[in-house]
């Protein structure tokens, strides 16, 4: 007897179709993969740019076409940059400093406010809240010259006290501290009352460990906001020995307003070199406290 056997369409097995849905995803997981790293080159370009001409003399910095790769390379300009006449060290440690105290002062008042706002119940707190948030419609240029008057009457003006003070009380760091402890079960600080714990032990030990992701991305805003500062040192600050990294860029321009290109990129590399530090030691924690404040 002749056994007559069926075949099964490739098509219809359950093996072919799960190893084609892979092939598919895998090449859909390319093809977005590829795109993304050069949408990435395209935005490290002028990265690449400002780091090609720091290693190069001023002659080559303006020649045409562009020559990425610097022949002979000039470490003189990093040299100058941090050693010579107009060295960025000094700025460098000022704005380590300023921004240093903004951030911790920022994020402990930040914390503390939202907190309040979003756990302690008080009259006309919603009302309060509101006010608060209101005073970010207005423009920071308008605040500078009431802020350069009052530092002034209080022999403050050309300190880094001027600008260390205002950083310390954001609108946006309370906003995103109350958002975060909102979306926080109330039930741990009602179990903690009934145990005898007072307000401070609660926030102290049970929400503040809670909003470490979120602490994390307000400090990484916080000191990038702080350490690119340009607008209120410049109206602030007048003294070179207290300048701000922002404002020792400017000694690379002559009073003509032509620039030393080798010179200018080198202090602009030494000045994202912090920045660029925090932030890919913080990234994640930025990522999740965007996810859990409910911010997008």
């Keep these: 007897m002749s056994e007559v056997t069926h075949s099964t369409p490739a098509r219809s097995r359950p093996g072919v179709l799960r190893s084609a849905r892979e092939r598919r995803r895998l090449l859909n997981r390319w093809l977005w993969g590829i795109g993304l790293w050069a949408l990435a080159l395209l935005f490290l370009a002028p990265f690449a740019w400002m780091i090609s001409t720091s290693l190069k003399q001023s002659v080559d910095a303006y020649r045409v076409p562009m020559e990425w790769v610097p022949d002979p390379v000039q470490w003189r300009n990093y040299v100058e940059v941090l050693t010579g006449e107009h060295s960025v060290?000094?700025?460098?440690?000022?704005?380590?400093?300023?921004?240093?105290?903004?951030?911790?002062?920022?994020?402990?008042t930040a914390s503390m406010a939202g907190y309040a706002f979003a756990m302690i119940r008080f009259r006309a707190r919603e009302f309060i809240f509101l006010l608060y948030l209101a005073t970010a419609t207005i423009p920071a240029q308008l605040l500078l010259v009431p802020r350069f008057i009052y530092f002034q009457k209080l022999g403050l003006y050309d300190t880094l006290w001027s600008l260390i003070l205002p950083g310390m009380f954001t609108v946006f760091g309370t906003?995103?501290?109350?958002?975060?402890?909102?979306?926080?079960?109330?039930?741990?600080?009602?179990?903690?009352?009934?145990?005898?714990?007072?307000?401070?032990?609660?926030?102290?030990?049970?929400?503040l460990p809670m909003a470490a992701p979120v602490l994390s991305a307000l400090g990484i805003l916080a000191f990038v906001w702080s350490w690119n500062d340009y607008e209120a040192p410049l109206v602030l600050i007048s003294n070179p020995d207290v300048y701000t990294l922002p404002l020792s860029l400017t000694n690379f321009t002559d009073e003509q307003g032509q620039i030393d290109p080798g010179l200018s990129m080198a202090a602009s590399v030494v000045s994202i070199l912090p920045i660029l530090i925090v932030f890919i030691f913080l990234q994640r924690r930025f990522v999740a406290a965007m996810t859990h404040s409910g911010l997008k």
Excluded: C, H, K
């Excluded at 440690?93 to 994020?107: H, I, P």
């Excluded at 600080?189 to 609660?202: F, K, L, N, T, V």
């Design 89 to 108: 060290v000094p700025a460098f440690l000022n704005s380590l400093f300023v921004a240093a105290l903004r951030v911790t002062g920022e994020l402990v």
């Design 175 to 207: 906003f995103l501290m109350r958002q975060f402890f909102v979306s926080q079960p109330r039930d741990f600080a009602e179990a903690a009352r009934i145990d005898g714990a007072s307000e401070w032990q609660i926030f102290r030990r049970i929400y």
